[in-house]
């Protein structure tokens, strides 16, 4: 077994069920699909927030813990501790909007990242009331604590993104398996007049297609957000968008960009022409 392999047992902890369901449904009652919750998942942003957001909060509480080592520093980690805390809001309400559209095994690594990022934050929290009450070293105790937890829930946050693609554009390869120029990809007669979208595979690369009555628009398959496969999703917003039939990520036939989240990236929109009854696909940036 690989070092710290060990930590894969969590995906499979279906014991953790028993707290990721009334959670998970709690958190999609308070965040409801809207603007709002676009917004925190990152799609004006064009890649999740959460990462972005925590470094301000992680950085601040860090930096108290360091200057601890060193005496005399004792109000500038009073409030370093203080910004901290204070930034760390958005960094968990980014954190559960984005953890509330996951995979089950991503939800149940992500249950215990964020019980450890809490429990090191109620660390820091009680470090800032012991200093402030005059006993600086068990506040300086407190916040090493805080620190060796939060540590531990950066390294599960680390398997969630890196080992388990929590977050990552599952879209990115398809430029690199695609052949540039222009490719043959099925005949006009077999996509139908009914506007349903349908899987056609260009090489390996699975692609969606839709005929809307002389307009062909051809894209991506796999959303962006987790792989989920579109075509088996429906037309929305008057048959302009594809609905991801996961998690309700909604891209537009035009271009390919997000118009609902949780996705934040685009899928990829090709170029479509249409000779001797056969449908034929360019990418731009394929190769």
Known sequence: MQPFDSVSVLEDATALDRAVDPVRKAVQRLLAPGPVRDALHGVWLGHPVHPTVVQLALGALTSASVLDLMPGNERPARVLIATGLASAA???VTGWADWSELHEQQQ???????????AGLAAYAL??????????????????????LLGLGGFLGGHLSFRQASGANHAEEVPHLVP???QDLCAVDDLGDDATPRQRMLG?????????????SVLSDRCSHLSGPLHEGDL???????RCP???SVFRLADGTVRRGPATAPVHAFEVK??????HVRLAAAG
């Open 180 to 182: 540039p120029g222009w």
């Open 204 to 216: 390996d690369v699975a692609l969606v297609v839709v005929k809307q009555g002389s307009r062909i």
């Open 236 to 242: 929305v917003d008057d048959g302009s968008c594809i």
């Open 127 to 148: 470090s800032l009331v012991q200093r402030l009450r005059g006993n600086e070293a068990h506040g300086r105790a407190l916040g090493w604590t805080g620190l060796g």
């Open 274 to 279: 249409v000779e001797a009854g056969r449908v």
């Open 90 to 92: 958005p960094a968990t």
């Open 246 to 248: 996961w998690h309700g």
């Open 108 to 118: 149940r690594v992500g249950l215990v990242h964020a019980g450890a990022n809490v």
